[in-house]
């Protein structure tokens, strides 16, 4: 159960971090060759790569507290 989790964790943090680069370069081609278009595109991205990031994994992977 624990690979599955690393594979969860590496899936959500490769996920998230695709999303951030690609935000970042439709970023950089909004201040350079497409001034709108870039923007309006990079906005989702960065929502959807902080929505990656702050995804919760499942309840098998979550650290239990130990004071039950």
Known sequence: MKNLCIIERFS?????????????????????????FGFFVALPLLFISCYFFRAHLNENCSIEDATD
């Open 12 to 36: 959500k943090m490769g996920l998230g971090l695709f999303f951030l680069f690609a935000a970042f370069g439709f970023i950089l081609s909004g201040m350079t060759v497409l001034p709108i």
